[in-house]
């Protein structure tokens, strides 16, 4: 009962959000979203009632990194039309990858008098000053899928469980290749992200720590050397620069022949770069194994075409709606903890130290991640928030057309 019901409000949802997400596959950065140019809750006032009737007034800031990566749109609508629906106003701002200009557009919500701060931080490290500034203004911040570091002022992190979605790649790799019975040796190329971002770390350690014994006992061979976080880490998360080190890599230790056996990406933005390097540059008749997270539509493209062979997803309305409640909590005076997850549908575990941001353990709320492949794409059909094109061959975002 309780997954139909979530599966028809994720539907019902996607269908509200179309016009909002139509534009989504152009990632040209717009204008930040103004409040004047959000829609008020007292302009749909006449359309449904409100939920929480004693919040109607209060704002949430949303701070996304930027429109660039595919994921942060469906987030950031999202979280717009849960937290609207719930009677709340929202200003979202997207920062177009650029630390200063996020740093303005928070000091600019604050200045509004948000009631609540959404942060997802395009450098973790960054935002101290400002949230210094939010903490002095009464202003409640929640780190939204990043960590971020360094500041007292976070009251809590929204995210997955992030080192499993490394581990997942790596078990995924590890299945494929059979590396327990099969004698080996197989290729492997990492392709890790940001630097900046705290998450992308763990993704890397996730994945690194899962194949590490057969990379010690050579069964696994890294034909570049490169083997640290440092060595393949893509600023930005870019695909253009995930596209470039891959063409590098492939031109000075595979254009004499050498097999590349699989290509671990941390995400489907890294992903798509070292994939188009494969299809272009890599002389091998092989397919490599090629991992990504988050379930980009291109990506999901390059999985039915066999360019791509998984990706690990991370339900988005999942994690709005554990966001939802805890923003709903903190902006009625409550302190939300464990207790907040037994009215919610979502898997989640609330945990109080396993993520320090340098500062303080900041309590966390962290989703479950999955695999997704070729076998599986219909999973992420029945999540409400995609669906088949008219050949049924390819997936859709069910908010980008209509
Ligand atoms: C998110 C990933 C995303 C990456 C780039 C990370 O912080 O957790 O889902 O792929 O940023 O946008």
């Not at 449904?48 to 950031?76: C, F, Q």
């Not at 440092?230 to 890599?249: H, I, Y």
């Amino acid at each position: 009962m309780k997954q139909s019901a979530k599966k028809i409000t994720a539907a019902l949802l996607c269908m509200t959000m179309a016009a909002a997400f139509a534009g989504c596959g152009d990632y040209s950065e717009p204008a930040a979203t103004t409040p004047d140019s959000t829609p008020t809750a007292e302009s749909k006032n006449e359309e449904a009632p409100k939920e929480e009737a004693k919040d109607e007034a209060k704002t949430v800031g949303i701070a996304m990194p930027t429109k660039s990566l595919e994921r942060w749109n469906r987030d950031g609508e999202y979280l717009k039309q849960q937290f609207e629906d719930a009677g709340y106003q929202v200003e979202l701002k997207y920062s177009d990858n650029d630390t200063n200009q996020q740093n303005n557009d928070i000091q600019g919500m604050i200045a509004d008098g948000v009631d609540l701060l959404l942060i997802v931080a395009i450098d973790g490290n960054a935002l101290t000053q400002t949230l210094d500034d939010a903490k002095g203004a009464n202003i409640p911040v929640i780190a939204y899928d990043r960590l971020i570091m360094n500041s007292d002022a976070v009251s809590y992190y929204v995210s997955f469980d992030n080192y499993t979605v490394g581990k997942l790649q790596g078990e995924f790799v590890r299945d494929q290749l059979k590396l327990d019975s099969e004698a080996g040796p197989f290729n492997i190329e990492f392709t890790a992200g940001d630097p900046a971002d705290n998450n992308a770390g763990y993704f890397f350690n996730g994945a690194y720590d899962t194949l590490k014994e057969y990379i010690d006992s050579e069964k696994l061979v890294i034909p570049s050397g490169k083997k640290t976080f440092e060595q393949v880490a893509t600023e930005g998360w870019s695909t253009d620069k995930a596209l470039e080190n891959m063409q590098n890599t492939l031109a000075s230790y595979y254009s004499d022949g050498t097999v590349l056996d699989v290509a671990l990406c941390s995400n489907d933005s890294t992903a798509l770069g070292v994939a188009q390097a494969i299809t272009s540059d890599y002389a091998g008749t092989n397919t490599p194994i090629v991992t990504g997270q988050d379930g980009d539509i291109a990506n999901l493209r390059n999985i039915v075409d066999g360019i791509q062979t998984m990706t690990v997803y991370k339900n988005v309305s999942d994690e709005a709606s554990v966001t939802l409640e805890v923003s709903k909590a903190i902006l009625a005076g409550n302190t939300p903890d464990a207790g907040l997850l037994s009215s919610l549908s979502a898997e989640a575990s609330y945990d109080t130290e396993s993520y320090n941001n340098g500062v303080k353990n900041v309590p966390s709320y962290l989703l479950v991640p999955y695999v997704i492949t070729k076998d599986s794409l219909q999973r992420l059909v029945d999540t409400g928030l995609y669906k088949w094109d008219s050949e049924n061959k390819y997936l859709e975002s069910t908010a980008s057309t209509t």
